[in-house]
């Protein structure tokens, strides 16, 4: 192979793909686009995942042990005051004159005793949310370590972000609703990852839809509350039109009218459909709805469906679409002509995901700038585990760096999810350093960085991290400053 | 000259003393004689400076080889006096205390067979026992230990060696079981570690180098938020800078001496100390060396306050991959070299003296006319404590312990 060859090959696994692992240059060969569109015909469903309960039955889980907690707590609460109320009465039998003195506090006791006694009840029953979470972070994370190239788990995570829910909000769901919603669609038509996206009880928690009712619908009257205009705004802000592209404050209201009724089955109302998307008619504003000039009579959810098919096809969103997927894949300020070209595929494959992804791996564009791209923490983490070959995760372990890094597994702060520019990232970089030398510590018997530069990286690093890992006083040192190198953080 | 005021009576010790206590009665079987020894091996990985750890005062070409920088016994702070010839660093006062009275010997002019300029290989050749790199995975204490196994010298129960961090140290892997324990705070990326990754960026990243500066900076005024383990649940953070190397230290050796004082625990260990690689601002009597020096010097004080009463069946020997140079290099530090000092303490130990054949510091006597010369090899002080202490027969130290070393006799009398 020769060394232009060589570099193209490092440079397709760094910025569209997981990072090296051993082996994964010369199985990517000397046609590294080749190798990245081939990828993209691999399914992408994870098979260790039929162990894990759908997003319903994780969400029925969790409020079934929430039920149950409650439960207990009120019982050992209760159960404590009597026993309490009892020794009251029999210290005051025998002690009658220090009554009056006496009752306030024994009361206060009774309190501190009752409350006691039911949290220590609650606490008896486990959240069962959490493993949840870590046992989806398993798998998912496991995927990426053991792709051959990892441009498809990729693709993945960016429309996780793109379409970001928070695990801070809904833990039960988070990796379910990945699963479901964006990995099942993450290469199919935009409009259907729209819609499955949009219509998942996880995003419609997330971004308030559940309570949000028509102030003319049948629960709107009686209930005296009406609309949420979050669900609307975001979807038309974020995840299709991008924001400032011409929707006005009463094409929003009209679009939340719309999404009105979009709900889930209550988890303790149906033991097999708790927690799955219904359309509830009570909820939802009658009548049609004008939403960016357009009329939309339609009685139930197809009127949304209908407006997120014309979103999805609006010329606004791919322009949007292009121009995040080339911010976050080739550049902070992405060649205006790699935009244009995959917006335009998009718009002529009617919003195909994966012939937008081809187009973005074909063209010169997004293989020409030098790497600027600061990788995100997740990235990062993973090209580092990659690089040694291993492939298994301590879920525990991988989300707690993650969380250390300011990018906490499906937990971003804001709707928009985590930002892909440099500034955002960079003042992070010491706290690399500590999961660096960390890792590097723990790793040091596995791992050699010579091996890790010659093989894995097929030498394809710049001579001064070379001469720096030679010259390191320890092999930790040596990992610690190879993964820290902008050859390793920069993509 | 130092050569001939001291080599005289430190050759004769060591001759003298080898011919003393190579009995060929000597029980072999420990437990027999009613002994529970211990043994723990600390790596000092880096290459410690010798020379700045324990200055050779009483060479008359010392002064002028480190100028400003030399340790001396009228310097600021004044060096710890030993012998007449030579003196501590004045980091050490713990190991000053435990050599006057007889519980700690240091072995000068040292190395192992390697003589190339590698971390990594030497470290090999330090840990493994072998004379070459990259030969073997495993240890040199581990394959000790099996052989003391099959003979029934060491309790059955304490038959395990006890590895401290993340990373078991290669010289007590093997096939004999260890354990391992790993402090709950993992020491963070140490400065010295900043300084390369600094350094590297402003070659390779100029932007990522003025975050990193900046990162440095806060750390410096004691504000550094990236402090603990970064794993761990528990965010507390720990004290900036050296103090937490000094808290790391003190806990991992600390905690070393606690297993091992265990009845029923392990009866051999090892552990690795970073840091020691002092390419830049070395500061023999204050700065790095000094600093990291003073975090050793209370791991002992740790070690034997952990110990209780096994202490005075315990020998710690603390080895190094190999040294520095003599001379000072241009940015205030040194740089690889090969002659070097080992520390030896414990209860059990015949100390309070320096053992070395002393080389000289003229540019003739230096090695490649840069290191000390070494002039003791390493392995004659290991197979010497093996032997003498751990009861390790001398057929099996140079067959399988240090294979091919039957040229190195182990050094007699290092053990009371």
Redesign the interface.
């Known amino acids: 192979m020769s060394n232009a060859a060589k570099a193209e090959v490092v440079l397709a696994l760094h910025r569209f793909g997981m990072g090296p692992r051993p082996g994964s240059i010369a199985a990517i060969g000397t046609d590294p686009r080749g190798a990245l569109i081939a990828e993209l015909d691999r399914p992408l469903t994870l098979t260790a995942a039929a162990s894990l309960p759908t997003s319903a039955k994780a969400y029925r889980t969790v409020a079934d042990a929430n039920a149950r907690r409650t439960a207990r707590a009120k019982q050992a609460q209760q159960q404590a005051k009597k026993q309490q109320m009892a020794a009251t009465q029999v210290a005051a039998g025998e002690q009658s004159q220090a009554q009056s003195e006496g009752q306030a506090p024994a009361q206060g006791q009774e309190k501190d005793a009752a409350e006691m006694a039911a949290k220590q009840a609650a606490d008896a029953i486990p959240d069962p949310g959490r493993p949840i979470y870590l046992q989806e972070a398993k798998l998912r994370t496991e995927a990426a370590l053991s792709a051959e190239i990892g441009f498809a788990e990729r693709l993945v995570w960016f429309w996780s972000n793109h379409f970001c829910i928070s695990a801070n909000r809904i833990q039960s769901m988070s990796g379910a609703y990945e699963r479901e919603a964006v990995r099942a669609n993450a290469l199919g038509r935009f409009v259907d990852l729209l819609l499955a996206t949009e219509g998942h009880p996880a995003m419609l928690f997330y971004l308030d839809n559940l309570e949000s009712m028509g102030a003319n619908s049948t629960a709107g009257i009686n209930r005296s509350r009406g609309l949420n205009e979050n669900f609307a705004r975001e979807i038309m802000e974020l995840h299709t039109l991008g924001v400032r592209t011409g929707y006005t404050q009463d094409d929003v209201i009209s679009f939340a009218n719309v999404l009105t009724g979009w709900t889930l089955v209550p988890p303790g109302a149906d033991p097999t459909h708790g927690g799955e998307f219904t359309f509830n008619p009570r909820l939802h504003e009658p009548g049609g709805q004008t939403v960016l000039g357009k009329r939309y009579e339609q009685e139930d959810a197809e009127q949304g469906r209908a407006v997120l098919r014309d979103l999805a096809a609006h010329p606004a969103t791919a322009t949007h679409v292009a121009t995040k997927l080339a911010r976050h894949f080739v550049a902070d300020e992405p060649p205006p002509a790699l935009i244009e070209q995959l917006a335009k595929t998009f718009r002529d494959t009617e919003g195909d995901l994966k012939q937008v992804a081809i187009a973005m791996v074909s063209s010169d564009d997004a293989w020409r700038g030098p790497p600027s791209k600061l990788k995100r923490p997740g990235e990062w983490v993973v090209g580092m585990v990659r690089a040694t070959g291993i492939t298994l995760v301590d879920p525990v372990r991988y989300t707690g760096g993650q969380q250390l890094l300011g990018e906490p597994l499906w937990r971003p702060s804001m709707p928009k999810g985590y930002p892909d520019d440099e500034a955002s990232w960079i003042d992070g970089v010491g706290r690399r350093l500590d999961v660096a030398n960390n890792f590097a510590e723990r790793i040091t018997g596995m791992a050699d960085p010579q091996v890790i530069i010659e093989d894995v990286f097929a030498s394809e690093i710049a001579s001064e991290v070379k001469q720096a890992v030679g010259r390191a006083e320890s092999r930790q040192q040596a990992l610690a400053l190879l993964f820290m190198s902008a050859d390793f953080q920069r993509r | 000259m130092g050569f001939d005021h001291h080599l005289p009576t430190r050759r004769e010790l060591l001759v003298g003393s080898g011919a003393l206590f190579a009995w060929s009665q000597m029980p072999r079987i420990a437990r027999a004689e009613g002994r529970d020894p211990r043994l723990l091996v600390i790596v000092l990985?880096?290459?410690l400076d010798g020379l700045g750890a324990v200055a050779p005062v009483g060479d008359p070409d010392w002064a002028s080889l480190r100028g400003d920088r030399a340790l001396l016994l009228d310097g600021k702070p004044p060096a710890l006096p030993l012998d007449s010839f030579f003196a501590l660093n004045p980091a050490m006062p713990n190991l000053h205390r435990l050599y006057k009275s007889g519980k700690a010997a240091i072995v000068h002019a040292c190395a192992t067979p390697y003589r190339e300029r590698?971390?990594?290989d030497g470290?090999d050749v330090l840990e493994s026992g072998i004379s070459k790199p990259g030969v073997t995975a495993s240890g040199w204490l581990n394959r000790a230990l099996l052989a003391m196994e099959s003979g029934g010298r060491v309790d059955p129960r304490g038959s395990r060696a006890l590895g401290i961090?993340?990373?078991?140290p290669?010289v007590v892997?093997g096939s004999a079981p260890v354990m391992t324990w790993v402090p709950q705070k993992?020491?963070?990326?140490?400065e010295?570690?900043?300084n390369?990754?600094l350094?590297?960026?402003q070659?390779?990243?100029p932007?990522?180098a003025t975050?990193?500066q900046?990162?440095m900076k806060l750390a410096s005024l004691g504000g550094a938020?990236?402090a603990g383990?970064?794993?761990?649940?528990d965010p507390t953070l720990a004290p900036p800078g050296i103090a937490r190397v000094r808290a790391y230290f003190a806990e991992a050796a600390g905690t070393a001496a606690r297993y091992l004082a265990k009845p029923d625990g392990p009866r051999v260990g090892a552990m690795?100390f970073?840091?020691?690689?002092t390419h830049i601002a070395e500061g023999a009597a204050s700065g790095q060396l000094y600093n990291l020096l003073g975090a050793l010097d209370g791991a002992f004080a740790a070690i034997e306050s952990n110990m209780g009463e096994a202490w005075n069946e315990t020998v710690v020997a603390v080895v190094t991959e190999f040294g520095r140079t003599a001379r000072i290099n241009g940015t205030q530090g040194t740089d690889h070299g090969t002659g070097t000092v080992a520390f030896l303490i414990g209860g059990g130990l015949a100390g309070g003296r320096v053992i070395a054949d002393w080389p000289g510091l003229k540019p003739a006597q230096l090695f490649e006319d840069r290191d000390l010369k070494p002039t003791t090899d390493l392995r004659a002080v290991l197979k010497g404590l093996l032997r003498d202490h751990l009861r390790v027969e001398e057929k099996v130290l140079a067959d399988t312990v240090f294979p091919g070393s039957t040229e190195v006799k182990p050094m007699g009398g290092l053990v009371g």
């Open positions: 990985r880096g290459a590698s971390h990594f470290q961090g993340s990373v078991t290669l892997r993992l020491l963070p990326a140490s010295d570690t900043q390369r990754l350094d590297l960026y070659h390779t990243d932007k990522l975050v990193l900046a990162r938020p990236g383990d970064p794993m761990s649940d690795g970073v840091g020691w690689d």
